[in-house]
Nanobody, 122 residues
Framework: QVQLVESGGGLVQAGDSLRLSCAASGRTVSTFHMGWFRQTPGKERELVAAIFRSGGPRRYADSLMGRFTISRDNAKSTVYLEMSSLKPEDTALYYC???????????????WGQGTQVTVSS
């Protein structure tokens, strides 16, 4: 069992940068692939980025256009999402997720946090 708690969201202006954090507890985090997703009301949850269990390999949604970076610090049991040049369309509830297994990139996630809200004003 893994518990995930996101933090770092808030209200920012277009062009700003923001770093989200996902603190994990329970099983050893280094055994899990991790991902960041985002969702707006009534919309399908969208994969933002994923990172391999030990770090290194990463995947990003094409729509990010190089503005987001996922990283992890397994010693701190924390995964990060750095966001830059934020746009109003980035406004969403951002979720951290985890999954075990050897498949890369992940096709499904088992554990989910409650989300942290990011709102970008124009």
């Amino acid at each position: 069992q893994v518990q995930l708690v996101e933090s770092g969201g808030g209200l920012v202006q277009a062009g700003d940068s923001l770093r989200l954090s996902c603190a994990a507890s329970g099983r050893t985090v280094s055994t899990f692939h991790m991902g960041w997703f985002r969702q707006t009301p009534g919309k399908e949850r969208e994969l933002v980025a994923a990172i391999f269990r030990s770090g290194g390999p990463r995947r990003y949604a094409d729509s990010l256009m190089g503005r987001f970076t996922i990283s992890r610090d397994n010693a701190k049991s924390t995964v990060y999402l750095e966001m830059s040049s934020l746009k109003p369309e980035d406004t969403a509830l951002y979720y951290c997720a985890a999954t075990s297994g050897s498949i890369w990139p992940p096709t499904r996630y088992v554990y989910w946090g409650q989300g942290t809200q990011v709102t970008v004003s124009s």
